[in-house]
């Protein structure tokens, strides 16, 4: 009889740490996450997850359409789906995107559990270890935790408040090239970005896209908030510019809700197969029961009734967040953003957010340090606050206890 020996210990709590393969050192709790046991706090005003704010969804009417789903197709919503995802929702998932200009057959969407997973599936299939993913700065901190998990090369290119600046991005495709290093992906979150809170001009949107064409690099549109805007007619995907060069994500987490796991990834045909596969061997396929209630819930429901009332609700506490940030932090500055849920704040000079992180959890808020959104741990002159959670009234009093928290560290 053999009896399994645990590698040599590396890390003297976890007896299997020399085992583990490399991508799994490269995993980390995100800062986010560290903060969720924080969060939940009651006395705390957290202004730092992204939860979206779910209480104006109807939920009799909700449980309803899962029942009548349950009831009329239970045995197919219960069984195991195609790897692709339902046919019926990517018909839908079409309309959704419709709305953003584009237009794409229902062959091209492969449905995922949340853009997360397409966020990871579209790395696995393109990244080996070393290759160089060009990202904005800031950028989706659990973008860069899947990217660091595949041994990606993170390098950012600045944004200004009309979103990634086209000059930048040129100069480092040329560095990078110059230097002989393959760019594989071009990844960027054009509308309502997360953490920076703006949005590439339409005017871009043409030119990032000829500049990644110009290079071969594929571009990844990373666009959960795109219907979020606060008043304005959507923005045109950079998808609806070109069918060939962009692999777009979509997600019903922000538009509906991020419990039934629902996202998608549109991408040109062979990407498309290659996803599909990546996707069966990971989770054989999506949820059935998910995406008949989705599909259910588009088809039943006023769905973009329900999208109007987010977008007013989450434009009254963006409008609580920057008139409180007005007040309170005068000399700090921020982005205005016309949509989606966050806002970046660039803290009065000398001051580090991420050390003052536990001091202003001891003062009853939490936000995230804006380290958590650079693959170089810079940042920490930033910080990202959410305003998506909390009531116009939670907000300005987090926004007063940041401020003491601020100005009590000046002093320090
Ligand atoms: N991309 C971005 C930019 C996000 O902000 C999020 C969620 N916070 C995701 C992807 C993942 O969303 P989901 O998996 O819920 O669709």
Redesign the pocket.
């Known amino acids: 009889m053999t009896s399994a020996t645990p590698p040599t210990a590396g890390n003297r709590l976890d007896p299997w740490f020399g085992a583990y393969a490399q991508r799994a050192h490269n995993m980390r709790a995100s800062e986010v996450r560290a903060l969720f046991a924080v969060v939940n706090r009651p006395e705390v005003v957290s202004l730092a997850g992204?939860m979206p704010n779910l209480a104006g969804l109807p939920l009799d009417a909700i449980a309803d359409t899962i029942q009548r789903v349950i009831a009329t197709q239970g045995l197919s919503a219960l069984q195991y789906g195609s790897g692709q995802g339902h046919e019926a929702l990517r018909e839908q998932i079409l309309d959704v995107m419709a709305l953003e200009g584009i237009s794409a057959h229902p062959d091209d969407v492969v449905v995922t559990t949340?853009?997360?997973?397409a966020?990871d599936l579209v790395t696995r299939i393109f990244i080996d270890p070393g290759d160089v993913i060009v990202a904005e700065a800031p950028s989706?901190v659990?973008?860069l935790g899947v990217f660091r998990s595949y041994e990606a090369d993170v390098v950012h290119v600045p944004m200004d408040e009309h979103g990634l600046i086209p000059e930048a991005l040129e100069a480092t495709f040329a560095r990078l090239a110059h230097e002989g290093r393959r760019v594989k992906l071009l990844y960027t979150?054009p509308t309502f970005h997360?953490p920076g809170g703006v949005t590439l001009s339409l005017e871009r949107r043409p030119q990032i896209l000829a500049i990644a064409r110009r290079y071969g690099v594929l571009l990844v549109e990373?666009n959960?908030y795109g219907l979020l805007g606060f008043g304005q007619d959507p923005t045109p995907a950079i998808r609806s510019l070109d069918e060939d060069g962009v692999v777009y994500?979509g997600?019903f987490?922000k538009t509906f809700a991020?419990g039934f796991?629902v996202?998608w990834v549109v991408a040109p045909h062979a990407v498309r197969e290659k996803l599909v596969l990546a996707s069966e061997s990971a989770i054989l396929c999506p949820s059935n029961a998910s995406q008949m209630a989705i599909s259910a819930y588009l088809a039943t429901s006023d769905w973009q009734g329900q999208i109007k009332a987010f977008q007013v609700m989450y434009r009254e506490r963006r409008d609580a967040m920057v008139s409180s940030l007005a007040e309170h932090l005068p000399d700090a500055s921020w982005t205005v953003p016309d949509g989606g849920f966050y806002t970046w704040v660039k803290l009065p000079p000398g001051l580090d957010s991420k050390s003052m992180l536990p001091r202003a959890v001891t003062g009853r808020v939490a936000y995230v340090p804006g380290t958590a959104f650079f693959a170089d741990g810079t940042g920490a002159d930033h910080m990202r606050l959410s305003y998506c959670y909390p009531t116009p009234e939670r907000i300005r009093e987090g926004v007063r206890r940041l401020a003491s928290v601020v100005n009590a560290e000046r002093e320090l």
């Not at 949340?114 to 997973?117: D, F, L, P, T």
């Open positions: 992204g949340g853009s997360q997973q966020l989706y659990g973008a979150i997360n990373d959960p994500l997600s987490s991020p796991r996202g």
